[in-house]
């Protein structure tokens, strides 16, 4: 074909794939004023209820897009982890209010989130498959281009080819666009194979909890799903095919007693995987979701991780679309969501690990590592943070990102809770800045200034020329509850809400070089 064969494109990014993750980035775009356009391969919308738990970090996500409501209404609230050896109770490891997790099956998380695409004015293509990338730039360099050639197919045959300025491939786990841009999928498969069955139940279980059922037999995983629906997850027997009879053999043998399962809403039996992509992004294309990690179902973490890579994406190709940011922003992504990926790779791995242990010795180890965690409280206090996403935080890039000199601030953040740069500004203090959200524009970069309103309007003037970024005044006292920092200061806050740097008084240099940095030079007066 000649040049004249490629479709005039008029958006700016093409998506493949419009599950949750696709049509997530998709409406973070197109309410930044980006024209987006999703194609899937599949005829018409899956609508599986694979993924359950939705996180406290992901819930903001869908917060600032205007979907919370919707998801709160239809969904119901886990508040506590129970775990048994044997059927004997080794712990409860309990969720506070703004640490737990609500629990909706992904089909009305996906019926969610497409509505408000509609509302954004955006919609799935469906039945459009990508075949390849015609002449893809392989340095990697995205300025080397000034976009990517897809070549797709149309449900009646009709292959299209169309040039569009950069690429999201959230195409699932057998991603076309990961295979196209020849990165790997690292990691490994579990020998055992997994089923699941969701079905209503006779007998008593708490619908606010998650019980997992540990033996030498293999693992059992019991959660409440909203109206009435109860899903057993557990390890398939050997030579076994998933069913209600097979499901209700294994509570019987090491599940909760007493209870039986009723007909099935749906069931499946799959192997899982621990693997992630040795790139998440090739130029102008990018990988999101389980086109560049997939990873055991412990914890419920997988369609977090996915809408919150989404959300990391989105917001940074909207700044380099608009000229708001240098197209190095864009460096950024690969690097922190694929150390992210490997340490929820890592996490889930060791929680699977530990139900399929058999071994005298180790069963006797995990039990005791229970245990402990019961009776001191501890893993409550360190594991529902970091299953929450309370914890997450990218790396420093620059020494400049953090305060000069040896601080307070240093040492807090590297103890377990501590706010540090890369983190995510708490809650209740990026709402004493009023960034705008989902009752207005999204969100842009703040510059929160700690201290007296002179120092504000120092900020202010090493803001000045910067119109993406606005200056919000946050008292000391109100500062220090949430950061433990009792100094005037500042926190440089990104769209996404984590802390692109903090300093002090003295560090307003290292402020204007992050500045620059983060959105290259302040226009001239």
Excluded at 164 to 169: D, L, R, S
Excluded at 279 to 296: C, K, M, Q, Y
Excluded at 499 to 513: K, M, Q, S, Y
Aim: hydrophobic share 40%.
């Amino acid at each position: 074909m000649t040049d004249k064969a490629i479709t005039a494109s008029d958006v700016d990014v093409l998506v493949v794939g419009g599950g949750p993750t696709g049509m997530l980035a998709a409406c973070e775009l197109l309410r930044r004023g980006v024209r987006v356009r999703i194609v899937d391969r599949a005829p018409t919308a899956a609508r599986l209820p694979k993924a359950l738990l939705l996180w406290p970090r992901t819930l903001d996500v869908l917060d600032d897009l205007g979907m919370l409501d919707a998801i709160r209404a239809a969904s119901v609230r886990i508040n506590a982890f129970r775990y048994y050896s044997d059927r004997r109770p080794l712990g409860t490891f309990g969720f506070t209010e703004d640490l737990a997790p609500l629990c909706l099956p992904q089909s009305a998380t996906e019926e969610v989130v497409e509505a408000r695409l509609h509302e954004l004015g955006g919609k799935v293509e469906r039945g459009v498959r990508l075949l390849c990338f015609d002449s893809l730039d392989f340095s990697g360099r995205i300025e080397a281009t000034d976009g990517v050639t897809a070549v797709l197919e149309h449900r009646d045959g009709r292959i299209e080819r169309t040039r569009v300025p950069f690429v999201i491939g959230a195409d699932g786990a057998g991603s076309a666009v990961r295979a196209q841009i020849g990165t790997g999928f690292l990691g490994s498969t579990y020998e055992t194979a997994f089923a699941l069955v969701d079905a209503p139940i006779e007998g008593e279980l708490p619908a606010d909890q998650a019980h997992y059922y540990q033996s030498p037999q293999g693992a059992l995983v019991v959660v409440a799903l909203p109206d009435g629906i109860f899903r057993f997850f557990s390890s398939l027997p050997p030579g076994q095919e998933v069913g209600v009879a097979m499901m209700q053999e294994i509570v019987d043998e090491r599940g909760p007693q007493g209870v039986r399962i009723g007909e099935p809403v749906w069931q499946s039996v799959f192997r899982v995987h621990a693997r992630h992509a040795g790139d998440f992004r090739l130029g102008r294309v990018f990988l999101a979701g389980d086109a560049a990690h997939v990873h055991s179902p412990a914890g419920g973490q997988g369609l977090n991780t996915g809408l919150q890579d989404a959300h990391n994406l989105a917001w940074k190709l909207a700044a380099v679309i608009h000229g708001e940011a240098p197209a190095a922003l864009l460096d950024g992504y690969g690097p922190e969501r694929s150390a992210v990926a490997r340490r929820v790779v890592r996490d889930t791995d060791i929680q699977t690990r530990a139900w399929l242990v058999d071994g005298p010795a180790e069963v006797l180890v995990r039990d005791a590592a229970f245990r402990l965690g019961d009776r001191t409280g501890l893993l409550s206090r360190l594991y529902g943070p970091v299953m929450a996403g309370r914890r997450l935080a990218y790396p420093p890039l620059r020494e400049t990102q953090e305060p000069s000199g040896f601080t307070g601030c240093r040492l807090r953040g590297r103890l377990p809770g501590g706010l540090r740069t890369g983190a995510v500004l708490p809650r209740p203090l990026a709402a004493a800045t009023a960034p705008a959200g989902s009752d207005g524009e999204p969100a842009g970069w703040t510059l929160a200034a700690v201290g007296p309103a002179g120092w504000a309007a120092e900020l202010d003037r090493r803001a000045a020329g910067r119109p993406a970024v606005r200056t919000a005044r946050v008292p000391l006292p109100v500062a220090v509850r949430h950061t433990g920092c009792h100094r005037p200061g500042y926190y440089l806050v990104r769209p996404d809400g984590h802390i692109a740097a903090h300093g002090h008084a003295r560090d307003l240099d290292r402020l204007t070089a992050e500045l620059t940095a983060q959105l290259g030079p302040a226009a001239r007066p």
